[in-house]
């Protein structure tokens, strides 16, 4: 039997309710006695970001993380600096917000290229770029492997252990890993990765892998409803010394359309009973 | 530059016109001109598998595999049993047939199991139980590497480097990988591993993956249409000795629903141009 989960780690990312806008969310989540909320840089533009980073506070709240840097890989010069000085606004947004952590979805392959070992190196150079920012801004940056099947257009890190190699190869404590159930529950070398992440992880994200599966994007499950062991990677992340909240982000319409509340308290029940 | 592939590699797996019954697409393979067809399992119930086989050596073809054994793991221990016999009349129907390649889509997670270890124990035990049937038989089991957006439903073996490592624990020279672009095209340990394979590559398989992925099954693209760079996967395995036939494999309804001889110059076209 796994050891129970801590409801106080659990963190709200609000891309489980994208009908929501940063405030609806932000009350929904203290309403529900959460500690945590996990933020999306495209729902901050409607006031200043240190507005809501008050507000958030104020509401008893921390931010687990702010979603999302990367996307690095071009294959225009001009363009990779401008999405190099992106990841820097990012880095303030983060800071400005009151997170500590700016998780990075690193990019695809560039259109009109088939070169993914290319587009791999593009992802360690903007890292790279991005350090020093990061380092004076007192904000880490988490490399998030996502799941294979976005690997051509979302991002070239496919599994954790390449997301610990490039982590090892920009070689600073400022770059570390974003652990997603969804990403890589099915890696035959999950376990001897997290193991590898020790030291270096930034966050944890839970929500379920359906079956059949719905849908590429929009797929994703209630914890529970799927087949993913979370509580053993759940444990396996804790046994690093991850002690950090745990985001449930959850894209699936349903879930979506479901009342704010409602969703909270199904995630609240489903976190203690499978995380 | 990668040297050139030899057209008389290409195979025609009839899956990549869906619409065809084997004798349409045995006709169709021999008037385009081609040396190869690979055949599946659901296809030859209209006729006994041994006059499929004449009529196939007949016109001038050969079977580079027949597709699928495998889903093997189950819960309940008399429905495993059912499985593995399953697969070793599919040894039987690959003798008849004329080939000497039986590719393997393992399965994935018993359903009412989260035990994705244990779903890859039963692979193994299942790959061992059928290897004297297969030696007897001289047929070569190849297991296929699904990619891991099937790891819950169609197959836990989700690498190739998983496969090497089953391959390994059986034990047998019986059994080897099949290698498709489609399922390992996004791996970092892609190349180490088709080394790894030297000897024991049973089958090539060629597609494109397409960008935007336009869905989970139905969304493969001819050769030079999407992202993976072919034709250095092709050198690589080549280069591990691999010298036979080269099936491709496209599950895609506009594919399905075009005249198959259309299909087929299309298809001979983009593989020397793009493999």
Redesign the interface.
């Known amino acids: 039997m796994p050891t129970p989960v801590d409801l106080s780690r659990l963190s709200f990312n609000q891309m489980t309710c994208d009908t929501a806008n940063l405030t609806q969310a932000i009350e929904a989540s203290a309403k529900a006695g959460l500690k945590w909320i996990g933020v999306w840089r495209h729902k901050i533009k409607d006031a200043p970001v240190a507005q809501f980073g008050k507000q958030i506070r104020d509401a008893g709240l921390g931010v687990s993380g702010l979603c999302r840097g990367g996307m690095f890989p071009s294959l225009n010069p001009a363009d990779r600096q401008r999405r190099i000085e992106d990841n820097l606004r990012a880095i303030d947004e983060a800071a400005a917000l009151g997170t500590d952590t700016l998780v990075m979805v690193c990019g ?2 560039p259109q009109g ?4 070992p290319g587009a ?1 190196r593009m992802v360690v150079d903007g890292l790279a770029a991005i350090v020093p920012h990061a380092k004076a801004a007192g904000v880490r940056i988490g490399i998030e492997p996502l ?3 976005y ?3 979302r991002s ?1 890190v ?2 954790l ?2 997301a610990n ?1 490039m982590a090892d190869q920009v070689g600073s404590g400022q770059v570390g890993v974003v652990i997603d159930v969804y990403h890589v ?5 999950v376990y001897r990765e997290i193991e590898r992440s020790r030291g270096r992880i930034f966050g944890f994200h839970v929500c379920d ?1 359906l ?3 719905p849908h ?1 994007l929009m797929g994703r499950g209630m914890m529970g409803d ?4 979370i509580a053993r990677l759940r444990e396996a992340v804790d046994a690093q010394g991850y002690t950090g909240p745990i985001e449930c982000e959850i894209f699936n319409q349903e879930v979506w359309d479901a009342p704010i509340d409602q969703t909270m308290a199904r995630m609240k029940h489903t976190f203690v009973t499978y995380c």
Chains 1, 2 share one sequence.
Not at 185 to 189: E, H, N, V
Request: no cysteine; glycine share 10%.
């Open positions: 695809g392959i290229s088939r070169d993914l791999r799941h294979p099947m690997a051509a257009d070239v496919s599994t252990g390449l190699d529950w099915w890696d035959p070398q892998w079956v059949p599966t590429m799927g087949i993913i062991e």
